[in-house]
Structure formats: C-alpha cells, structure tokens
C-alpha cells in the first residue's frame, strides 16, 4: 500500500537519527558516489505519466495564449497589493484550465531523430516528473455534478475523477475555508526517481516536490487565487483524502508517497478572518461514504528495484497531525509586503507576460562562460527568494506567502560573471535573524563584506574574492555548467536544529524550501533572457570544506546555476499539445 512506509511507534529522536543517517549514506564524495544502479536500465524506463483506467475523464478546454483570462505581466505578480494588480478570477472550467497549465502541464515536446519527449512547467531531475497531483474540487460545470477528488493527467491535460463526495461531507471538509476555495495536493512516485539516481532519489522527489509548490502558487498568482500549505495535515490524512492507500486500486502499480496538501482560493479584499493549517478531521474519518474510480495504471513493464534506505527514510520522516507552528493565517489583504519592482521599472517597455515567462522555462544543458548579467539584475533575482521572514505571513511576498514556516535555507554562492562585483564566494542569508550562526559556522577569515550598491532588502555578503570557476565545477560533480554560468550557488539548511526542533518529518520541507527557491530562479532567468538549472550532483561534505561548515548543523541540499545557455542543434522544439 502507499503507506506501507507510514510512521511507526517510534520515539521522535530515533526516527531523526534514521533520517540523519539517511542523509549522510546518500552523500556524494569525490571517492564515490551514493549508491545507484551503475546503468540506465532502459527497457524498464518508468511511464512519465500516471493514469487511472476506468476513471471517468474530463479534457480541459485548451486556452488560447491571449484568449481570456488574459496573463498579467510577470513583474505584476511581486508588486504590492497584488489583489488590485492582478485580475481576480472566479473559479470556472476555463480558469482551472489555465492554472493548470502554468502549474503542471506539458510546456513543449523535445525531439532528436526517433526519440521525443515532454517538458513541463514545472521542474524536475533529469526531467523525470516523479510529482502527480490532485485537486479536491466542489461541483463546477463542465467537470462533475457533485464534489469530487480529480487526478491531473498533464499529457491530455484533462482531469480524471477519482472520487465522487457526497455534497454535505464535503461542505463540512471545507466550512472554514474561504468560498470557491479547493484543495490541491502533491504525491511522489519514487521508483520514477530511483530507476537512474538510486539511493539518493528521496532528495530529488523531495525538491521536485518544492518546484511544483512553487510552479502551482505562481499559477494561481496569475490568477489573483491565494494559497497556502495547510502544514497541520498528516501524511495518513493525505492519504486517505487522495485514496492513494488503496490496495485495491493500485494492484501491481508503482505506490505514490503523500507529500502535501494545500488550500487556493479567489483572494478577494473583503476577505478579513484566518484560515486553518487543517482540514477537518470528521470528515475524513466518514471517507467510507466516498465513491472511488480507476485502477493505476503499471509504469515499468517489471517490479521496480528495491531501495531499501528510501523506504526506510520515507517512513522515518512520516508526517503525524501537528498542532498550530504558526499563528493561523489571516485573510486581511489590507496590506501587502512591498516586493515590488522599484528598482526595475524600466526594463520593459513592453513588460514581458507571466504566463509567457513561465511557459518558456527550461533547464539549460551547457553555458557559454562568457555571458554576464547586471548587479542590479542579480540584486533582484535574490530580493525575489527573500521570504520576508520578519512579515505575518499573510504579507510576506509571493510565492514565500504560501510557506508556514521561517525559512530554513541560505544561498552559498559562486559569482563568476556579474558585472560589477568582484568574482569570489558570497553568502546570501535570507533570515537575517540567523546571521550570526552563519558565521559562527563559517571560515573566520571570510571578510563579510556589503557589496556596492547592494540594497538594504537583499543581505547578500562578500566572504572571499577570486576567481571560483573550477572551485564549483569540481564540486558539482566536476560539471561544467556550474562554473561556466554568471553564478551558481548552494542551497545550505538549517540541518540538525530543524530537524530536531520540529521532528524528523520537516527535513523533508527542507527539500521542499529548496525547490521553492530553485522555481524562482527558474523564471527569474527567463525574465532575465538568460537560462538556469539544478545540480543535483554535488560533492556535499566538499562542498561544506569550502565555506568552512565542520558539523552538521548546515548542510547543502541542493545546487543551482544561473547563465547564458548554449542551445543543443540536434533538437526540435514541438508544441505541447496539438500541432
């Protein structure tokens, strides 16, 4: 079953020692790699695409690029107040369409001689798309007469209802929520991931689970919609919600592990009240009055190889229903955290569209090593990952509003080719209240010095000049793309402290922050007319060495870079869908 791997009675401190184990096991050395196969079985290549046979399906209408709802510029999407800014749409067969094209759909097919396959607008490692998600939706014409919990099948862009809800249940699962809202949740199938990266698969499931919760609350940005993760709900509520722990509906499939739940809604100004990190639990306890449709279907024509570690840390890091982290989020949207682009008004005569933006987003397979990028341009795309920790959470800037928690991560970098500043290591600490311990943990002779003309929102700090091209390309799995960027960076966690504060469950939200942060840069680049891409491939102690972390109280998680791409000729660009 899906939760075969679901927490044991166990005490939390021995499940966090299993999850640090983990972690350590799956680190890359320069002596060896983690543990994977060795070689690409080919013939047991995993289907991308998840469907349920017998399931009754709905095709979503396709929306013309500037058909309505028309897309609002991508910088409108961080400007103050965005609910007079952005349009707000109600929630209808064709606005769902279009959320669901910038959250989860294909983007474009790629093709070399015989061989195609499909991008998506959101992220993934090696473009393997372990990520399946679902929406628990009221009755809406066009899809179905009653509530329902719906599979996204992004290959036909269509929905598959794998449930039917009896209108009171689901009135009482959504009683505290605003009006029109819907839940959206994410599962990861791991064999997906483990068939090429073995072992060290949960990591990459897990800030592929990060892309698409930023990708999902991008889109429904575009549409004036608001959302949050209701970080409350347990992975046995998850499971039960999505039936996705029914035995007799997956067979012989491949299992989907519960990653989360969130809340999106039409954000209206009048809306002043707060909204649960929950959902209600009567009603999943009378989920046996629910209709279920559609049988999985098998992915790999044989049984997927066991990984036995990512079992182990899978039900390790089991979520159980927690009690409030946070305070409860307000709806107030009297005010609004500025984030806006005060300092980049001028760059587009024309502004680029959001949709646009995000349908052009790819992942670059080599860089030139000769493209720059300005300061203030670089200034901007890290104001864009500063999650406003010191705001309530209901001002702090998109996408960082729909995120419970302080953040966790900070951006070790490599600067290469930005003009203006000196190549060298930076640091940038995106909760400034955790200065100090950063360089605490740090190398003592690092400077710490403000780079000119750096703005006072952006707590970006110099730590070392020189050239530091080869440093991250050997780090990165001696991958070239690393150093021949305008910069790469990485992803550092608050390792030990948050995993034992909050309990073993979070270090998978650890990923997630990553992968969040990894989605910004994304488009951040392709607003920029430059491209990026994740490493997932990193050396992880090595990488500590250079900037001097001796325990592991900070740990890398994952490694990003930013330049200007060098296009592969051999391959054909096609349209995602139709001709």
Known sequence: MANDHKMTEQPADDLALQVMGYHQATKHHFYRYARALGYMDWANQP????????????????????????????EALYQVSRASVVPIQP???????????????????????????????????????????????????????????????PKEHGLER??????????????????????????????????????????????????????????????????????????????????????????????????????????????????????????????????WYGTANRLSREKPDPWEIIDVVAAASWKPRTGPRTAKLHMDTSASFDHSTRRHDER???????????????????????????????????????????????????????????????????????????????????????????????????SWTRPPGCPDDVPLYGLQEGDAGQLATQVSCHQDIAGAGAFSLGMIAEFDSTIRRSGPWFYRRLFWETGVIGQVLYLEAEAAGVRATGIGCFFDDPVHQVFGFQDTKFQSLYHFTVGGPVDDPRLTTLPAYGT
Not at 230 to 259: N, W
Not at 437 to 443: K, S, V
């Open 348 to 446: 587009h005569e024309n502004p680029l569209l959001a949709g646009r933006v995000i349908r052009q987003r790819r992942s670059a397979l080599a860089f030139d090593g000769k493209t720059s990028i300005s300061a203030d341009r670089f200034f901007l795309m890290l104001a864009r990952v500063m999650p406003g920790c010191e705001q309530p959470l209901q001002h702090r800037p998109m996408p960082w509003d729909a995120i419970p928690w302080n953040a966790t991560i900070h951006l070790a970098l490599f600067v290469h080719r930005i003009d203006g500043l000196p190549q060298g290591l930076y640091v940038l600490v995106r909760d400034p209240a955790k200065l100090a311990d950063l360089r605490e943990a740090m190398h003592s002779h690092f």
């Open 47 to 74: 289907n991308p695409f998840r469907r349920y046979e017998g399931a009754p399906f709905v095709r979503l209408p396709l929306v013309a690029f500037d058909a309505e709802p028309v897309s609002p510029a991508y």
């Open 162 to 291: 794998r449930a039917e809800w009896p209108s009171e249940l689901f009135a009482g699962l959504m009683q505290a929520f605003p009006s029109q809202a819907f839940l959206f949740g994410l599962t990861s199938i791991h064999w997906r991931e483990s068939w090429k990266y073995g072992e060290r698969a949960f990591r990459y499931c897990q800030h592929d689970v990060g892309h698409a919760i930023g990708s999902v609350r991008i889109a429904a940005a575009t549409l004036g919609w608001k959302m949050t993760l209701l970080d409350e709900v347990s992975d046995d509520e998850i499971v039960a919600l999505l039936g996705i722990g029914r035995e007799g509906d997956y067979g012989p499939a491949e299992r989907e592990h519960p990653d989360c739940l969130a809340v999106i809604w039409p954000r209206r100004t009048e809306d002043v009240g707060s909204v649960p990190l929950s959902i209600e639990s009567d009603a999943i306890q009378r989920i046996d009055q629910v209709t």
């Open 91 to 153: 929630v209808t067969l064709t606005t769902l369409s279009r959320f669901l094209e910038y959250a989860l759909a294909l983007s474009a097919w790629k093709q070399v001689g015989d061989t195609r396959w499909a991008l998506r607008t959101n992220p993934s490692s090696g473009n393997l798309h372990p990520t399946e998600g679902y929406l628990v939706l009221d009755q809406l014409c066009g899809i179905g007469e009653r509530p329902g919990v719906y599979h996204y099948a």
